[in-house]
């Protein structure tokens, strides 16, 4: 009998412990793949942060900008700089045929242009003489010298010629070739070109789309839980409507993006690609969220309080308004916290809403079409060039910034506000 | 308080009948309060005392499933009556639970709540007086002064008890109930709330639900004795305790069951 006894003993503390591997190994499994992912992202994605500039010396040339003499500011900015940078190019290899022309053109990007504009129009006085400027390398370059492009490849199989290599190793040589921190990523929007491209278009998109959910979403879904919670009597068609917010919260994203392009754009015609309707469309898919939090939270508001409250001779809504809704603030707050962030990461519905179009101005409102940082990281893994590899990585660690940033937000409003009850 | 040698009657309620949903919990109440006295009542679990004790304030109200049936007249006013408003009745009829439950807010917002809701107070000296006041009235007065405004929450459990009585005189009500106020407390502290009790039914009219035979016997005049639903035996509490009519109160008195 005693021997039976221990036998199942030891039979339950083994049971215990290998529960316990069981739960360790899923945890480890799960810190794994969460290392690897972050691991990929960030080992992709750092060299996104460095741009590579050609430091080049620029002649300003009166003459090649068919400028007369003491030119005024308006001269300046109508000046014809093509021809100048063009110039500064070919100056790097004066012995240069057409084609290496060509080349040397390509080494910078298409803002060469602007660039030395930009230097001379802030000052004027360096007509005539000669500065070294700093040129946005084009982005096969800034790949070579970062080293994420093969240079042993064959000719005919790179984008970069073996001239402009030549050029590029002797310009290296010099110090005349720079990697500085990328400022242009955050303030440029998406650009055909890789060099150029930024997220500032997408990031405000984000922002605007992000606030425009939080305006329409947060004050229905509290009202509509309050009232749910606190004020509807409870019968057959409240279950009803109970089990229908559920159902809503597992609506796949992409229906609400139907339903956006089917209505807001088909009906209402409201702007499309605008980060309104795409407010409009992720509030939809906060709203049932929110609606739980904030119910989930009000019904942890211990019924003492309430009672308390109405034998003072408070009415319901006093009660209400007073005690309960205040207690169940800080999960309401981060439940909302935490629907924006999941409206945040979202991109089917952006893209059916037209968000996914080509946008290279930065919007200023809510009514002026923009892209948003999933979608900006969606169109980016499509493009074929090295240098939208990188971008989709900093892309996301910009979002995953983002989200975390937000998810640590909900975390403070949860600890700070968080009321402690007999 | 007598009035030419009769007890006033605060309370009179007849042939309160309670349901919870299809169930009955209280079968036929005729019971009389008695003003300026405390009222125990009397029971084992279940049998309905606090139920009978949350119908004198509405509190019912709040439970769907619960329908209360019969007249509770307070000041010559029947207040299941339709006409009746529940706000006005509760400014009336103070409670204090069983559970100390004081709002998570300061002791000072604690005591003011009801008397700002109400609109008793025209200025912050006469709000600070009404808190001041409540606060010796309940005895809590030199133990928080210094601490107004800090948690209510913060407070020990007997000090949250008297908080919450602090509470509910802070409106001045006519009746005060009181449903197992000294369950949840250590000894010193239900000896202090029941001091307490004996100083406050001067000006009010305390009804006190108890599990505690000995708290009876110490604080109330009159007892009520449940079981299961039913009002058994009501009358003062010295007959009561000491010569019982009825052979069930008789029983549970003398502890054979509850």
Known sequence: MNKNKEKLLNSRYRAEKRFQFYGKSAIFLALLFLTIFIFKIFSTGYTAFQKTWLIVPVTFDAETMYLDENPSKEDLEDADYFDLALQTMFNLDKSASEKQQNDLKRMVSYFFEREIKRELLNDPSLIGKTKDVYLTASDDLDQVFKGNYPRDLPEDQRRVTDYQLKIFDQLVEQGRIESKFNLSFFTYPDSREAELAGIASSFMGSIFSILVCLVIAFPVAVLAAIYLEEFAPKNRFTDFIEVNINNLAAVPSIVFGLLGLGILLAVFQLPRSTPLVGGITLSLMTLPTIIIACRASLKAVPPSIREAALAMGASKMQTTMHHTVPLSMPGTLSGTIIGLAQALGETAPLILIGMVAFVNTIPGSPLDPAASLPVQIYIWAESAERGFVEKVSACIMVLLGFLIIMNLFAQIIRHKFEKKWS | ?258
């Not at chain 2, 169930?23 to 008695?34: C, G, P, R, T, V």
């Not at chain 2, 000296?125 to 409540?134: A, F, G, P, Q, R």
């Not at chain 2, 309940?138 to 602090?166: F, N, Y």
């Not at chain 2, 000894?187 to 000995?214: C, F, G, N, R, W």
């Open chain 2, 1 to 258: 308080m007598k009035k030419n040698g009769v007890k006033m009657i605060k309370i009179n309620s007849k042939n309160v009948d309670v349901f919870y949903g299809k169930k009955q919990a209280l079968f036929n109440i005729n019971l009389d309060i008695e003003e300026n006295q405390v009222t125990a009542l009397i029971g084992p679990s279940g049998c309905g005392k606090s139920t009978f004790l949350r119908c004198l304030n509405r509190m019912n109200d709040v439970i769907d499933i619960c329908r209360v049936k019969g007249q509770i007249i307070i000041n010559d006013f029947d207040i299941n009556d339709k006409s009746c408003d529940v706000v006005r009745l509760r400014e009336k009829i103070g409670m204090v639970f069983q559970k100390p439950n004081p709002f998570p807010k300061t002791i000072y917002e604690n005591i003011s709540y009801g008397p700002t809701i109400h609109g008793m107070a025209q200025s912050k000296n006469e709000m600070d007086e009404i808190v001041e006041n409540s606060l010796k009235k309940a005895a809590l007065w030199e133990e928080v002064k210094d601490r107004l405004h800090e948690p209510g929450t913060g407070l020990s459990g007997g000090q949250q008890q008297r908080l919450c009585i602090a509470r509910a005189i802070s409106v001045k009500p006519e009746v005060i109930l009181m449903d197992e106020p000294c369950s949840a407390l250590d000894p010193i502290a239900t000896a202090q709330i029941e001091e307490l009790i004996d100083e406050l039914k001067k000006d009010h009219t305390i009804i006190i639900v108890t599990h505690s035979m000995a708290q009876a016997a110490r604080v109330s005049q009159n007892t009520g004795f449940f079981h299961l639903g039913e009002l058994i035996e009501h009358g003062s509490t010295d007959k009561i305790f000491k010569n019982p009519e009825n052979k069930r109160t008789q029983d549970y008195i003398t502890g054979r069951f509850g």
